[in-house]
Nanobody
Framework: VQLQASGGGLVQPGGSLRLSCAAS????????IGWFRQAPGKEREGVLC??????????YLADSVEGRFTISRDNAKNTAYLQMNSLKPDDTAVYYC???????????????????????WGQGTQVTVSS
């Protein structure tokens, strides 16, 4: 069982990046997917959490990324993506994907507030936004 995060790098303010989270050993289909980040000297922050089974409220985005970040999933590749647009220097952090691998109906916000519930974590990928 493994989550492999990738796609980080150095980007100028206003630019875009797409992070990938590839799962092996289990399926993402009925899972809750979370993206978290941690900047130096700051606490870990839930950026986006998505539970497709939750219906209304299935996606939570932190206020700081609302309108700029989106999540998608390719079931055939068993991979989730975090599309990040209009990046700002404040987005600089190590980004982690995480998965709660059981089908539930709780909202995305429920999971972003409870990172300890996630079963699997990727290794983290550095995103640096700088000119």
């Amino acid at each position: 069982v493994q989550l492999q995060a990738s796609g980080g790098g150095l980007v100028q303010p206003g630019g875009s990046l797409r992070l990938s989270c590839a799962a092996s050993g289990f399926t993402l289909d009925d899972s809750t997917i979370g993206w978290f980040r941690q900047a130096p000297g700051k606490e870990r922050e839930g950026v986006l959490c998505f539970n497709s089974a939750a219906g209304v409220g299935n996606t939570y985005l932190a206020d700081s990324v609302e309108g700029r970040f989106t999540i998608s999933r390719d079931n055939a590749k068993n991979t989730a993506y975090l599309q990040m647009n209009s990046l700002k220097p404040d987005d600089t952090a190590v980004y982690y994907c995480a998965v709660y691998a059981r089908k539930t109906y709780d909202s995305g916000l429920y999971y972003c507030l409870r990172p300890y519930m996630f079963d699997y974590w990727g290794q983290g990928t550095q995103v640096t936004v700088s000119s």
